[in-house]
Structures are given as C-alpha cells and as structure tokens.
C-alpha cells in the first residue's frame, strides 16, 4: 500500500500545457521536499510518459484525472493508473457507491495500491448550479454528503476546500485524508482563488496534503517558494 505518511505534505500542481516546461520545474524541485499533481491538461498532453518519468525520478504523483463513468470503466482506468505506478488518483464521487466500491476493489487486488480520493462538489459549483443539476442544498450539505458516502465506500479520503476541513475533520474517521488546494502562502497572490487559507491554517483545520500551483511554479525561484511555504507550514504548526 502507498504511503500515507505525512511528509511531504505539499504537492506541486504541474498545471503546464507540455511535458517540456513541467520537467524543466521538476528538475529544480526535490522528491523529499514535495509530490507532484499531473492534471487533465499535461495528462492529455504529455501522458502516461511523463508519469512514468515523474515516478523514475523519486517523486509520488497525484493523477489528478477525476474518473467519473460506469463502475466497470472507472475500475478498469484506475487499475492503468495504478499500473503507472501513481501515489494517488481521484473519482468523482457523484458517480455513486458502486463506482467507488468497484474501483477500491480493483486497487486493492493491484501491486502498488495507490491511495484513492474522490473529489465532493467542484468548488466552482455553487448553490444556483447545484440546483439546476438536481442536487438540493448548499455546496456544504452536499460536500457533507458526498463525503460521508466517499467514506463509507471504501475511500482513502477527499478532495476538499481547506474551508470545508474542519467540518470534514469533525464528520469522518481518523485517519480519512484530506486533500485541500485552495492554499496560498501568506504573501502570495491569490491569483483566481476566492476562498483561500494559508498552509498553516489549512493544516490546522484538519488537512493533510495541500496542492499548491502557482505560488511554486510561477515563482522565479520554485526551490526557494517552496522551502518557504514548508518553513511557513512548520512555524504555523508549532504556533498553535
Ligand atoms: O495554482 P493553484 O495553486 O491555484 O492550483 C491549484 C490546483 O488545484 C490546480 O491544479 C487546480 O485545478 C486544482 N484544484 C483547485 N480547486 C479545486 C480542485 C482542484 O484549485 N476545487
């Protein structure tokens, strides 16, 4: 089974549109210093290679991919993902009880078993959108729900809001993890991000992996925003 261990406990959103510029900020960053996030664009760009090449050099990846099908097709992409030697991968999980039950029973049968998050409600949904897509409630209630059927499904934890961790920390079992973008470091821009917490204040909330883009890769040097934003996470933590 892959490692839940806290540290790192950053992951880098390598939101690029090649292989090129994403491998260019891996090779300044450090394995033991953060993962790595491979999302919808460079996936479908640059695909399973660049995992491959991530994994070859040491660091876990987060296939930020977000299956959402029939039961017998999400399993069958997990277990690929699982085949690339992935940390983490993601459903949604309106999909339902069994999509994730079948995909949590095909990973467990897999080598590696990587960890398997399921995203509640996208933060770019609100009340009005929910609505309209039959779903009643505030994005909360639903993100409460979806979340209390992620956990009863077998899932390693969620995709959440670093505003939502602490209900979600209060609700699921120990040790159900939570994984929260959303986060800035305290003088960073917030770039399109409304609802943002600092690393510190996300972890305290109840968080245990952040996903960081920008504030590290758009940085003139990623090594050092990154070494930052720990240092930034270690005092918070020890503030409190
Ligand atoms: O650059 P930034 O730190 O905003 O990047 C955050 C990453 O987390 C992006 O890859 C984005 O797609 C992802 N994400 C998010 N909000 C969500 C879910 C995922 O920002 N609710």
Not at 12 to 34: I, N
Request: glycine share 10%; charged share 25%.
């Amino acid at each position: 089974m892959r490692s839940t261990e806290p540290d790192p406990r950053i992951i880098v959103a390598l939101d690029f549109p090649s292989a090129g510029p994403a491998l260019e900020l891996v090779e300044r960053l450090d394995p033991g210093l953060c993962r790595l996030k491979v999302g919808k664009e460079i996936f479908t760009r640059a695909g399973p290679e660049l995992v491959e090449r991530l994994s070859d050099k040491g660091f876990d990846v987060f296939l930020d991919l977000k299956f959402h099908d029939i039961p017998n097709t999400v399993a069958a992409a997990c277990e690929a993902a699982a085949d690339l030697g992935v940390w983490m991968l993601n459903v949604h999980a309106s999909g339902g009880r069994k999509m994730m039950q079948t995909a949590r029973e095909r990973l467990d049968r897999s080598q590696h078993r990587p960890l398997l998050v399921a995203v509640t409600v996208l933060t770019s949904l609100g009340e009005g959108d929910l609505g309209e897509i039959g779903f009643a409630g505030t994005p909360a209630d639903n993100v409460r729900r979806l979340a209390g059927l992620a956990e009863d499904s077998g899932m390693d934890g969620v995709v959440c809001s670093p505003r939502e961790a602490r209900m979600l920390r209060a609700d699921c079992r120990e040790g159900f993890l939570l994984v929260t973008p959303g986060v800035r470091p305290r003088d960073a821009a917030k770039g399109d991000q409304k609802r943002v917490m600092t690393p510190g204040e996300a972890i305290q909330a109840g968080s245990n992996f952040l996903v960081v883009g920008r504030p590290v890769t758009a940085a003139p040097d990623p090594l050092q925003a990154l070494e930052r934003i720990r240092a930034e996470l270690v005092l918070d933590t020890v503030d409190s």
